[in-house]
């Protein structure tokens, strides 16, 4: 696909910096990345409830929600995957630049995609969070019946069965959802975002 090549960036004439402090909190992607299974749309799910009642301005992108429009004309080859990650990636971007914490939720399965949205954003802007569960623990919950489709041919290049899963090498949070619960887990990001400075305690 060409590149265009006569536009130019505009600046705002709001900066990042005046609405974080109108918000009253630091703004950055919290990425959660794991098997399908493992509990990374839960997690954002509550995470964002507790955050609202926090009066903390988030938004979260899943990834089943965003390929049925942003993403619609992709598949999962890697080359899909890794055009839909550098979709997400562009989208968290302008929402930190909003002010906004931005969750998102998908596997995201290769480490280099993650590190690229990492260089999207400024140091301290991307809170990778691993959400671990082990292929076994996953296929028990499979809660969309898609380990069994996996297993029984239907569909190919599944990750952790036909497709690799590429483990954060360095992730800031790791949630092992084998052994916490949702609380527990939601309870540790709060945590986080409390004793690094992204928001009030």
Request: include cysteine; charge should be negative; hydrophobic fraction near 35%.
């Amino acid at each position: 696909m060409a590149e265009s090549t006569n536009i130019v960036w505009h600046e705002s004439g709001v900066t990042k910096q005046q609405r974080q402090e109108q918000n009253g909190h630091k703004s950055a992607v919290i990425w959660f990345t794991g098997l399908s299974g493992s509990g990374k749309s839960t997690i954002s799910v509550e995470l964002e409830k507790a955050l609202y009642e926090k009066g903390i301005r988030s938004y979260r992108l899943d990834g089943d929600n965003i390929r049925h429009g942003l993403n619609k004309n992709l598949g999962f080859s890697d080359g899909d995957r890794t055009e839909n990650i550098r979709r997400i990636g562009e989208v968290s971007k302008l929402m930190v630049d909003a002010g906004l914490f931005t969750l998102t939720a998908f596997i995201s399965p290769f480490r280099a995609d993650r590190d690229e949205v990492r260089q999207l954003v400024e140091n301290g802007e991307f809170i990778e969070v691993y959400v671990k569960a082990s292929v076994e623990t996953c296929e028990e919950r499979d809660p969309k019946g898609l380990y069994k489709k996996a297993r029984a041919g239907e569909i190919k290049d599944f990750t952790g069965i036909d497709s690799p899963y590429e483990e954060p090498a360095d992730p800031e949070i790791v949630l092992d959802t084998n052994i916490l619960s949702i609380e527990e887990a939601v309870r540790q990001l709060l945590e986080y975002l409390e004793q690094n400075g992204y928001v009030a305690s």
